[in-house]
């Protein structure tokens, strides 16, 4: 009798947590929707009915493989997304100025590497208004794509992206070559069940530059058009 009632209670205490789980699950969902529905809502792909497929490189430091990645990018008429660091295009302008000159598309980065979620909207906006302002200054061109460094971001972020008039782009793929120094590892990332719409996150690195040709190659046979993100996205910018 004892052990059926232990038994009973704990069945009793398990539906309890389930419920009091659902119920977190669908507040957080609410959260989530609201926060999408008052500001920008971030892209992690585009669409996978098309053959569209773009590679995202992010550029804080590697300046020394950004001309051979371009390339690699000329040898197989490809373009892609640049999204720069602010405080990197303030050393670097002549780079940067090359990739705007081979028309590859750039993208802001915000100006310090900094967690954007933390951030308040107007140290948001500041982020990504000196990086556009430095960006426009050598270029002459205005940003409408912004990737928050590590992927993060907050309400604050996506309001103010919305404010801007900025689409927030994530990926769908990540090579994770910042960590793992190994081009076979960038390349099977890059390409394992690589499919229309995606996202392709890299850097400046010597094992990404190694893999590149191959991962463009793969791309090419396997009928994936590489393509800058506001194509594979269909934003006009």
């Known amino acids: 009798m004892k052990n059926r009632q232990r038994i009973l209670r704990g069945i009793c205490n398990c539906v309890i947590v389930m419920m009091l789980c659902t119920l977190v699950f669908f507040s957080l969902e609410d959260t989530v929707e609201l926060a999408s529905s008052e500001g920008a809502n971030p892209y992690y792909c585009g669409d996978i009915n098309d053959n569209k497929i773009s590679l995202m490189i992010n550029v804080y430091w590697g300046t020394e493989y950004i001309e051979p990645m371009l390339e690699v990018f000329e040898l197989y008429n ?3 997304t640049f999204f720069v660091g602010g405080s990197w295009v303030r050393d670097n302008p002549s780079v940067l100025q090359k990739i705007f000159e081979a028309e590859h598309e750039i993208g ?14 107007s140290r948001n906006r500041e982020e990504i208004e000196i990086t556009q302002s430095q960006i426009y200054e050598l270029t002459g ?6 990737a928050p460094p590590s992927g993060s971001f ?44 995606d996202l392709v996150l890299m850097h400046p690195t010597e094992h990404t530059l190694k893999a590149l040709p191959d991962i463009l190659e793969y791309y090419k046979t396997n009928n994936l058009d590489a393509v ?10």
Do not use: P, Q
């Open 154 to 197: 907050g309400t604050s972020t996506l309001n103010v992206c919305k404010e801007l008039n900025y689409s927030v782009i994530m990926w769908s793929k990540d090579t994770i070559d910042w960590r793992d120094k190994d081009s076979s590892l960038v390349y099977t990332r890059a390409t394992k069940n690589a499919k229309g719409g």
């Open 108 to 121: 802001n980065h915000g100006y310090l590497h900094k967690d954007h979620k933390t951030l308040s909207e």
């Open 78 to 80: 490809v373009k892609a």
């Open 228 to 237: 800058t993100v506001s194509e594979n996205l269909k934003i006009s910018v």
């Open 141 to 146: 061109f205005n940003t409408r794509l912004f």
